[in-house]
């Protein structure tokens, strides 16, 4: 059963990445009242944003959701090439031929959805995510996929903003499809190499997005 600090805290995340815009104030007292909670577990799941990057804490102003900037976008992805790259080259020779199934099974899969079209979106960044993970599972090192997870998560509004904002989708299939190519060859340059062109792609596509919004950099997305 998940707890009532989980619950707030999916919630809250959801929100922000779905329709709270970069710098809306996260008052604890009325986010408590209107989730009919005590403060406290609105406290602590606030402070888990904070860690995400999600959520910043300004003095004088409390704690708002994180604003959007080219600057943080690259710094996030920079790492995530580095760790998704050495993962990509440690996984892929090491993957089963039943992994390299489900990874057919997950590039087929994503090739039938509509990322653009948000009742679609969650499960491409689902299905997405676990293509990939597949081969870096398959690593065998679990603080390095730790790590991963967490700055994937750090950078999920850029990814979320640039599927909304019409980021050409077929061409984000067609890396995809790339690094599966080079799994399902079981070769570590090869991986290596489309993992870190994928991501750079997402950054290249993301910063065209960012100059182009109005400020406040906003997240709302179309009514479905």
């Known amino acids: 059963m998940q707890s009532v600090t989980e619950a ?16 809306t104030p996260l008052r604890l007292v009325e986010l408590a009242h209107e989730l009919g909670v005590s403060t406290t577990p609105v406290r602590v799941a ?24 080219i600057e943080d976008l690259r710094d996030i992805y920079a790492v995530r090439t580095g760790l998704e790259g050495i993962a990509a080259q440690r996984g892929a020779p090491r993957l ?8 057919r099974s997950g590039v087929e899969a994503l090739s039938r959805l509509h990322p653009a079209q948000r009742r679609d979106r ?17 690593a065998g090192h679990p603080r390095l996929l ?5 700055y994937r998560r750090q950078t999920e509004r850029y990814f979320r903003l640039a599927l909304t904002e019409g980021i050409n989708a077929k061409d984000d299939l067609e890396h995809q499809k790339g690094f599966f ?15 870190r062109e994928l991501l750079e792609w997402t950054v290249e596509r993301s910063e065209i997005l960012l100059r182009r919004l109005p400020e406040p950099l906003s997240l709302v997305e179309e009514t479905a």
Do not use: N
């Not at 707030?8 to 710098?23: F, G, K, N, Q």
């Open 181 to 195: 190519e080079a799994c399902i060859a079981r070769d570590p340059a090869s991986a290596e190499a489309r993992a």
């Open 8 to 23: 707030v805290y999916a919630h809250l995340r959801a929100r922000i990445l779905s329709s709270l815009e970069p710098d």
């Open 96 to 103: 089963s031929d039943g992994e390299v199934r489900a990874m």
């Open 46 to 69: 606030v402070e888990r944003l904070r860690a995400e990057g999600l959520v910043v804490h300004r003095r004088g102003r409390g704690s708002r959701v994180a604003p959007l900037s």
């Open 122 to 138: 969650d499960a491409y960044l689902a299905g997405e995510w676990e293509l990939h993970e597949l081969c870096y599972r398959a």
């Open 146 to 150: 730790q790590e991963i997870r967490s």
